[in-house]
């Protein structure tokens, strides 16, 4: 049983398109976050949610707005996709947010932006 | 601002021979979380080891262990009789211990295990 998921695992759109990403965690975990890894594979959180609620937004664009339905889930969708935003997006949660609590991770989605 | 650097990008070593990976971080934080993940080819983000800033003991999980020097703000990661699988990327990060809190990753070091 896939334990944090993510769907697509690979998406190739076009500038000026919108998308969506899902994930989904079966862990019974409060916290959900988002991160972003760059060509350089370098990893820099996103966002983060604890049952539902928005806790940590970092540096992002307006244009990426992630969306929590329910603690199990959050999404992240980006309008009007850049050449920059091609990377890949990883979702992971933990049980309460604290650094006692392991953070579990997605398997990441490929975005590729031409 | 936390910072973690990984000075190494690249490291190569052959099957059942021992490397180290080295990480060094920046804190005013007294207490913290510090770990080490791999990201195999797969892309998989797998949790390796991690160490509490408040203990003294360096971690130890199987071939992986490491070498936590508090004071010097430095956070090695061990492995041992290292196998093909092993190959992977490896990223040092640092969280503060409590309230909502985010992972600081390092650069990464790309380990190669070579027959």
């Known amino acids: 049983d896939t334990a944090v998921s993510q769907t697509p695992k690979y998406l190739v759109t076009q500038m000026g398109n919108d998308k969506s990403i899902k994930c989904e965690q079966n862990?019974?975990?409060?916290?959900m976050y988002w991160y972003k890894q760059d060509s350089k594979k370098f990893l820099k959180i996103m966002f983060s949610?604890?049952?539902?609620?928005?806790?940590i937004n970092e540096t992002v664009p307006n244009r990426f707005s992630p969306k929590s339905p329910d603690k199990a889930h959050l999404n992240l969708h980006i309008n009007s996709l850049e050449l920059g935003d091609s990377a890949v997006y990883f979702c992971?949660?933990?049980?309460?947010?604290?650094?006692?609590?392991?953070?579990?991770f997605g398997p990441g989605t490929r975005l590729t932006v031409l | 601002a936390q910072t973690v650097t990984q000075s190494q990008p690249e490291m190569s070593v052959q099957e059942a021979e021992t490397v180290t990976l080295s990480c060094t971080y920046d804190?005013?934080?007294?207490?913290?979380?510090l770990f080490w993940y791999k990201q195999p080819p797969s892309r998989q983000m797998i949790l390796v080891i991690r160490?509490?800033?408040?203990?003294?003991q360096n971690a130890t999980e199987n071939r992986f262990s490491v070498n936590f020097q508090k004071a010097a703000k430095s956070f090695s990661l061990k492995i041992s009789d290292s196998q093909l699988g092993d190959t992977a990327m490896y990223f040092c990060?640092?969280?503060?211990?409590?309230?909502?809190?985010?992972?600081?990753f390092g650069t990464g070091t790309r380990l190669l295990v070579s027959p």
């Open positions: 160490q509490e800033a408040y203990k003294q």
């Open positions: 992971a949660s933990s049980r309460s947010g604290g650094g006692t609590d392991t953070q579990y």
């Open positions: 804190t005013s934080e007294s207490n913290y979380y």
């Open positions: 862990l019974g975990h409060d916290t």
């Open positions: 990060a640092f969280m503060k211990p409590s309230g909502f809190q985010k992972l600081v």
């Open positions: 949610y604890n049952n539902k609620e928005l806790i």
